[in-house]
């Protein structure tokens, strides 16, 4: 990194690290996305005001919509910081979805959490290969043993 100089965007205040870019211009200029030079390198929770949020929950129908509406990804790490804001400030979101909270698994005796379709990760993945979340799945490996001899090795998995 070369101290002193200033990356080569106008708008942009941070240090250089090669070619004249800042980092953060510079993966950009890598990638071939365009500099964006207006384009915030990061965004923080912080940036948006609180006239924002409201105005933002109001023209949108979920908390992906929010997020995506104020131009932040849905995995970034900012979500969490804007959806406690928004609850804070007390804006209404009824008319967002309730995600259903995760149940155990609906198979009698299992103490996993549902999947998908009420099934842990383990039954769903019966279901899909047999039709049957209780289906016993039979399998079986060759192996060559040292004569050259194939033995079969069966593994029986139970649900």
Same mark, same amino acid.
């Given at each position: ?18 070619? @004249?870019?800042?980092? /953060?211009?510079?993966? =950009?200029? %890598? +990638? ?44 970034? @790490?900012?979500?969490? /910081?804007?959806?406690? =804001?928004? %609850? +804070?400030?007390?804006?209404d979101i009824s008319h967002f979805p309730v995600q259903n909270p995760r149940v155990k698994c609906l198979i009698e005796g299992c103490t996993e959490l549902n999947h998908s379709k009420g099934y842990c990760s ?38």
């Open positions: 990194m070369e101290l002193g100089r200033r990356c080569i965007v106008n708008t942009c205040e941070r240090s250089v690290k090669a070619l @004249g870019y800042c980092s /953060a211009h510079y993966e =950009r200029f %890598k +990638k071939g996305s365009g500099l964006k030079p207006d384009k915030p390198i990061r965004k923080s929770a912080d940036s948006i005001t609180d006239e924002q949020l409201q105005d933002a929950a109001k023209r949108t129908k979920s908390w992906r919509g929010l997020l995506n509406y104020l131009e932040f990804s849905t995995m970034s @790490g900012a979500r969490k /910081a804007i959806q406690n =804001r928004v %609850k +804070k400030l007390g804006v383990r039954h769903y993945g019966f279901l899909k290969r047999n039709g049957d979340p209780l289906k016993t799945i039979v399998t079986g490996k060759k192996r060559y043993d040292s004569s050259g001899y194939i033995r079969l090795v069966v593994m029986v998995t139970m649900s």
